[in-house]
């Protein structure tokens, strides 16, 4: 039995069904105010739910009861509730998460993180936290996948792509090269780390097939689309402002668009190609289909 932590978000609902339609069993770990719809569509693909979240000890303890592995995507960077933050579900929750999988007797945890960045903001010292403990020998086997911007959430709307005038965004002049992974290579580096022995104890680095800056995604998109895109600009001044602001959420957010105006993030998949049979779909497939859905010049 796997567990799934974060089972109702875009990856870990991808993951969920992708193992069981591998048949493995699955328990899925979704919080008690989820849409039913997306509970139902879990339970309905064969997935066991188990009601709880990362702020409640005593769930994840219920949860872990007879499992196997584990797998966390869980991050509280889209919840709503006042208590859900940085501290409470992406460190605390997740040491707690790794505490009860001890006490469970669990072997094998897997955690989806990013590979360091520069500079320090709240997601990022979670993730370390977690990165850390792990690493210490909490669990007889770990592994991280450490995956960097993902092309659906930075190279669309509403990050990529303002939804209301079609132009492409940049972060600070977007010139430092990403290697932009699809989430559907993310769920199936995910889930082939359970089943290969020379991904125990590892972490593993995984990306696209190109590093290209935003610019450079932009260029691409105009050759493929024959006219010029609109740009719009987030300035380097104001991401250095919202990276040394007070509010956690919005240093997060500056940390990460810095990556992409300062040292980028070009990634290595020798490593993953061998350990995981890891190959990257085409950048420039995802890109063509970027390029249709853009308003007509």
Known sequence: MILVVGATGILGSAICFALLESGKTVRALVRADR???EVDRLRSAGAEIAIGDLTD??????????????????????MRRETDNFETVDRQGHLDLIDVAKEAGTDHFVFMSFPPFPGEFPLQTAKRAIEEKLKGGALPNYTIIQAPHFREGWLTAPLG???????MRTCGGGKAPISWIALDDVRDAVCASLDAPAARNKV????GDAALSQSDVISRCEAMTGRSIEVEDTPHAQLVEMANGDDPL???????????????CEIDNSEASKVLAYTPRPLDDFLTDLSSSLPKA
């Open 35 to 37: 849409d039913p719809a």
């Open 250 to 264: 919005m240093r997060t957010f500056g940390g990460l668009m810095l990556v992409c105006a300062d040292k980028g």
């Open 204 to 207: 593993l680095q995984i990306g």
């Open 57 to 78: 000890k005593s769930s994840l303890q219920a949860a872990s009861r007879g499992i196997e592995a584990v797998i966390s995507t869980a991050t509280s960077v889209s």
């Open 161 to 167: 792509i303002n939804p209301e005038t079609g132009a």
